[in-house]
T-cell receptor, first 117, second 112 residues
Framework: GENVEQHPSTLSVQEGDSAVIKCTYS??????FPWYKQELGKRPQLIID?????GEKKDQRIAVTLNKTAKHFSLHITETQPEDSAVYFC????????????????FGRGTQLTVWP | DTEVTQTPKHLVMGMTNKKSLKCEQH?????MYWYKQKAKKPPELMFV???????INESVPSRFSPECPNSSLLNLHLHALQPEDSALYLC???????????FGSGTRLTVV
């Protein structure tokens, strides 16, 4: 099965700085890579996702990059704000093609991001 | 309706009790999921239903019993739980063949 590694496990940045979280995956058939933000006691919230036919995607202060050859994808948050503080999870899945019907998500272990004012 | 609704939001139960968690969606999603999540850990997959049939059981103890009565509803029946089963239980759904999940807000379960 798929194995997703996520680093770092904790990340502290000053407000206004950038934050980068990195993930690697093992199954070259994975083709869908979502990122979730989870605040304490709340549901995981999809913040951005990328499919394997795209190398980069951006949504305001958040961007995700994907390197299929290296099986590596990263989340970039610019101009961080205290409200960005949360646990962030990366995940990998087969969104299309064989095995996509079940579409199970394989999660990384999470990164606790703290943004200091 | 673009939400997955879970009830109850909070549940406290004794180890001899029987209770059920409920999940409902009206987005036409034919894949539905139960996840268990401990604090600051990633969600752990428990069960996957595809077209109302149980497709994946991740070796979950029999004290957890899933049920999918129709394409909009997913239940998780609980009995004889242990204190270590206390966790946030998340339901999710998606269109088969599409990537994006929709998570419910979860049920915070405490077993005493």
């Amino acid at each position: 099965g798929e194995n997703v590694e996520q680093h770092p496990s904790t990340l502290s940045v000053q407000e206004g700085d950038s934050a980068v979280i990195k993930c690697t995956y093992s199954d070259s058939a994975s083709n869908y890579f979502p990122w979730y933000k989870q605040e304490l006691g709340k549901r995981p919230q999809l913040i951005i996702d990328i499919r394997s036919n795209v190398g980069e995607k951006k949504d305001q202060r958040i961007a995700v990059t994907l390197n299929k050859t290296a099986k590596h994808f990263s989340l970039h948050i610019t101009e961080t704000q205290p409200e960005d503080s949360a646990v962030y999870f990366c995940a990998a899945s087969k969104a299309r093609g064989r095995g996509s019907t079940l579409g199970r998500l394989y999660f990384g272990r999470g990164t606790q991001l703290t943004v200091w004012p | 309706d673009t939400e997955v609704t879970q009830t109850p939001k909070h549940l406290v139960m004794g180890m001899t009790n029987k209770k059920s968690l409920k999940c409902e969606q009206h987005m036409g999603h034919r894949a539905m999921y139960w996840y268990k999540q401990k604090a600051k850990k990633p969600p752990e997959l428990m069960f996957v239903y595809s077209y109302e049939k149980l497709s994946i059981n991740e070796s979950v103890p029999s004290r957890f019993s899933p049920e999918c009565p129709n394409s909009s509803l997913l239940n998780l029946h609980l009995h004889a739980l242990q204190p270590e089963d206390s966790a946030l239980y998340l339901c999710a759904s998606r269109h088969t063949g599409e990537g994006s999940y929709t998570f419910g807000s979860g049920t915070r379960l405490t077993v005493v």
